[in-house]
Each structure stands twice: as structure tokens, then as C-alpha cells.
């Protein structure tokens, strides 16, 4: 099999959580110089699966990756420095890495990007390039920021309040298959169904559309 086919077996593996055959196809591919394989490899390694967890050797593996310049490399060694994952905290380092990766069109480096933004770690905070970074990650489909995203709308941070946008943006992630926005919309649903039907036999709207409220069931 050719270096592409072993990583796409590979990643089924992971999805079935076979990770021994999973390795073994990333560790194939990997000898082909392939860079999704070596993140692959370091995803095993960094979160310990079916291997002892090994913050150092994830590491090795990113960094061989992103020796290949593959774009998503960058954003993972970013998140070792931005969590301290075997190395020492340096959001310096992880915004250097995760503006490489965005430089290179990687979804999760812009979001990540985005998160340090918005935090003013490594950089200067900035909302609104916070914003265009999570913009531009759902743009690519990137589901997490369009709940970030549906929560500033909602809450009117860093943009103009508009709550039809911020619940369009948590059903979008929802469609893209993001967990935590589809428990979001199924609570919101049920309790706008509930609300109606208390309207309805006493007159008056029993929902009250306060967004703080609402985004406490996004926790």
C-alpha cells in the first residue's frame, strides 16, 4: 500500500480504537516520509493510546512532521508549549507555531491562534483578530468555532449581540458533528418546545431569552 492508503487505514483503526494496527500502518507510512503519519504517531504517544503516554517522544514525532512541512504538525507542537505537555509553558513559542501553521491554511492552528488571541497569551490580547481567527477556522469547517463563535454572538463579545446568529452558528457546529453543540441544541429545543407549550395554556411566554442564561447550557 502506498503511504496515503496506510494512513486513511490507519485512521479507521483509531476510530475503531485499534491502536496497536493503527501504529503499525502510521509507523508504514511514516518510513515513506509521510506527515500525517508522524502526527498520527504523536497522537498515540501524546495521549497514550495503547502505549505509555510519552509527552518527549510526541514531541520527536511532531517535530518530524512538521520537518516535512505538514501543516498540521505545527499547530500540535504549538499546543505542547501552550500546555506544558513535557516542556516548560511558552505561549511565545505556541503562537509562533500555531502562526506557522495557520500560514499554511491548518484549521486548528487559526483556531488556536484565534484562543491566544483572545487570551492575550504569547501576544498582545485582540478580540477582534480573535474573531477573524475563529472566522476564518470555521470557514474550513473547524466545529469548535463556531461554538466559540455562536457564544460571543450570544453574549455580544467582541462583536454586535445577535442571538439568531450565535444559535445559527451552534447548529452548525451541531451539523458538523461537534458533541458538545448537539447536546446544546437538543436542550435549547426541548426547552423552547416546553416553553411554548406552557404559553399556550397560560398566555404568556414562559421562556424568558436571557443569553447568559442560555450559555450555561453550553458548559
Given at each position: 500500500m502506498d503511504s496515503r492508503t496506510l494512513v486513511i487505514a490507519a485512521n479507521y483503526c483509531m476510530n475503531q480504537s485499534l491502536f496497536e494496527r493503527a501504529k503499525e500502518f502510521y509507523e508504514q507510512a511514516a518510513n515513506?516520509?509521510?506527515?500525517?503519519?508522524?502526527?498520527?504517531?504523536?497522537?498515540?504517544?501524546?495521549?497514550?493510546y495503547g502505549v505509555e503516554q510519552d509527552y518527549i517522544k510526541a514531541k520527536e514525532l511532531y517535530e518530524k512532521a512538521a520537518e516535512l512541512d505538514y501543516p498540521n504538525a505545527y499547530s500540535k507542537i504549538g499546543y505542547i508549549y501552550s500546555t506544558g505537555k513535557g516542556v516548560e509553558i511558552d505561549h511565545t513559542k505556541a503562537f509562533k507555531f500555531f502562526e506557522d501553521g495557520a500560514s499554511k491554511g491548518d484549521a486548528e492552528a487559526i483556531y488556536n491562534l484565534g484562543n491566544l488571541?483572545?487570551?492575550?497569551?504569547?501576544?498582545?490580547?485582540?478580540?477582534?483578530?480573535?474573531?477573524?481567527?475563529?472566522?476564518?477556522a470555521a470557514?474550513?469547517?473547524?466545529?469548535?468555532?463556531?461554538?466559540?463563535?455562536?457564544?460571543?454572538?450570544?453574549?455580544?463579545?467582541?462583536?454586535?449581540?445577535?442571538r439568531e446568529k450565535?444559535?445559527?452558528?451552534?447548529?452548525?457546529?451541531?451539523?458538523?458533528?461537534?458533541?458538545?453543540?448537539?447536546?446544546?441544541?437538543?436542550?435549547?429545543?426541548?426547552?423552547?418546545?416546553?416553553?411554548?407549550?406552557?404559553?399556550?395554556?397560560?398566555?404568556?411566554?414562559a421562556f424568558k431569552e436571557n443569553t447568559a442564561q442560555?450559555?450555561?447550557?453550553f458548559q
Open positions: 515513506e516520509k509521510n506527515g500525517e503519519a508522524f502526527v498520527g504517531l504523536g497522537n498515540i504517544y501524546l495521549f497514550g488571541y483572545y487570551g492575550g497569551c504569547g501576544v498582545e490580547k485582540d478580540i477582534k483578530k480573535a474573531v477573524q481567527c475563529f472566522e476564518l470557514q474550513k469547517d473547524y466545529s469548535i468555532s463556531y461554538v466559540v463563535l455562536g457564544k460571543m454572538y450570544l453574549e455580544g463579545e467582541g462583536v454586535d449581540k445577535d450565535g444559535l445559527n452558528c451552534i447548529r452548525t457546529a451541531a451539523n458538523l458533528g461537534n458533541e458538545d453543540a448537539i447536546k446544546i441544541v437538543e436542550i435549547y429545543d426541548l426547552i423552547t418546545m416546553n416553553s411554548q407549550e406552557e404559553a399556550a395554556g397560560n398566555g404568556r411566554n442560555l450559555w450555561k447550557l
